[in-house]
């Protein structure tokens, strides 16, 4: 490659925009090397490169790329960390003026920030919780005729600011998180009444079912505050609360809180898609969402939260946000990023993608799902309803998310999945490894129908799924929905899938289910390890599915083989705090 078929432009947190960007005199953000990469002639063989030197980039605004930002075939544009370094891109905001209040706790005014994660020195804090983290209550029942629910005697009180605490309630396959609003003492219990929208939205639905028994918990209140390292936030009053953990001093702390919900987007159009970017080698980190803390948050499967269900399972959803969006894109690649402490989804590749490539990065500490990949139903349109769009440049296409690092996914938005593909065709999902989920690993297809759709030709393969199901039940390591004729889930590995104690009055979890309607599917030689009480196979109410016998003595190789290959296994260590 000649010099003149390569543009390189350098940015740094110590830069200046007014610099020339070359390595000596950097950019100091990554909006002003995109306009210097913008003018770049790309019309003979080379590439582009942009470089982020080491660092944190604080980011005011989502840094957003659409057509203009496009390289060629023979001249991709490339967005990459400078070689050992780590540039961070981070949507948080520092909080300080911390102040003592009686002998342990620190309260801090928030000058109007908005958040539900807190960083101190760099390691997650705990939202306070009553009960404490490993354990929960017991619901009694629900009243449909009076909107309560009835819970045991004396597990609630009038907590200071009680309308911004927070119920969780665990739902088979999701959470139900409601503000509360009001209770009275009854001599069976306590009769609790939710705020709105959230308590017509779960009164009215008939999925996830409400079952006397389930387990809930509470968040947010200061009186909940009884462990090192914990926080609560009335927004109300603009405080924040904290109890510091052993050798922090909250004079010189670094206290971060989330702030934008989506750092960085990839946005074109049908008719002019974004081609050939490159994203490697960057963090993302600090990403919001606060849509929960102003109407609640109701999953109904997968992330997809209730907007407006009926008594007959008519269900719309709404789709969480990401910290980094792309649609209408094609041969765009994630390669060797890091996506972690985030306050969402982390990468969502939404619709019109096609031969996009998502390989090697880490997904660590999600709230929601880590990776999410084509259209469910967007908010007009029933859950049930056949995805099949006039114009197929609107779906995903031999997209290939490929050999990365999925680890602690979906504890804060439970019912969020590792990996979350829709009406997908022609997906490559393979050699990821994912661990530690609350809920299931990946998850094909949407509709619960059996009416022809968009769905064909999925391939789920080599992929180790180990920890999933720890919070639910009704799910699985590997979870599929609808028809997707010549579509294949080969040799992959479900391990250490066990009963939730807090998953009651629902069905048991599974390492591989098939669920309504999945149909067209090649299911081959998959191996899975279980605790008692866990199916390893189910397929309820399926299409037409072939199931292939497997020689016992291929499991060691298959297990040996299934998640990341070689030239990817050292991704694992960035997965930490």
Known sequence: MTPASCHEFYVAPQGSDQNDGIKDSPFKTVERAQRAARKTDKSKPGKTVVHLRGGTYTLERTIEFDVRDSGTASHP?????????QPVLSGGRHLDGWEKVGKLLYQASTGGLDF??????????????????????????????????????????????????????QMQWSVALMRLETFSVKAQGVELTVKNPERDMVFRRRYPMKLPGQSFHFENAREFID????????????ICCYLPRAGEKMDSAEVIVPQLETLLSVKGTLDQPVEYLRFEGLTFMHSSWTMPSDRGYLNVQAGQYSLEPTDKDVQY??????????????????KRNVFKKLGST??????????CEVAGNVFYDIAGTAVSHTRLSDPDVEIHTPYNPVDQRDLCVNDWIHNNWIESVGYEYGGSVGILSGWPVAVK???????????????????????????????????????????????????TLSEMPGSLIFRNVVSNVNASGWAVGAASPKCYYMDERSGGITFQQNCASAGSGVERYLFNQPGDIRILPMDASMVPDIIKNAGLDPEYRDIGKQAVD
């Open 429 to 479: 999902i393979e050699h990821n490894e994912l661990r530690h989920l609350a809920y299931s690993g990946i998850s094909v297809g949407w509709g619960w129908t059996a009416v022809p759709n968009a769905m064909h030709d999925n391939l789920i393969r080599w992929n180790h799924i180990d920890s999933p199901m720890e919070l639910f039940s009704d799910g699985a390591g590997i979870y």
């Open 317 to 334: 959803v709404g789709r969480p946000p990401s910290a980094v969006y792309v649609a209408c894109a094609g041969h765009l690649v994630f």
């Open 77 to 85: 544009v490339v967005y990459q960390a400078y070689p050992g370094e």
């Open 346 to 355: 982390g990468l969502d590749l939404h619709y019109g993608t096609h031969d």
């Open 227 to 238: 462990r090192p390292g914990e926080w609560s936030l009335s927004r109300r009053e603009g």
């Open 116 to 169: 539900r994660q807190l960083y101190v020195n760099g390691r997650k804090a705990s939202r306070s919780r009553f009960p404490n983290p490993g354990s929960y209550l017991n619901l009694a029942e629900w009243n449909e005729q009076n909107q309560t629910i009835l819970l045991p005697p004396g597990t609630v009180r009038d907590w200071q600011h009680f309308d911004e605490v927070e119920m969780y309630v």
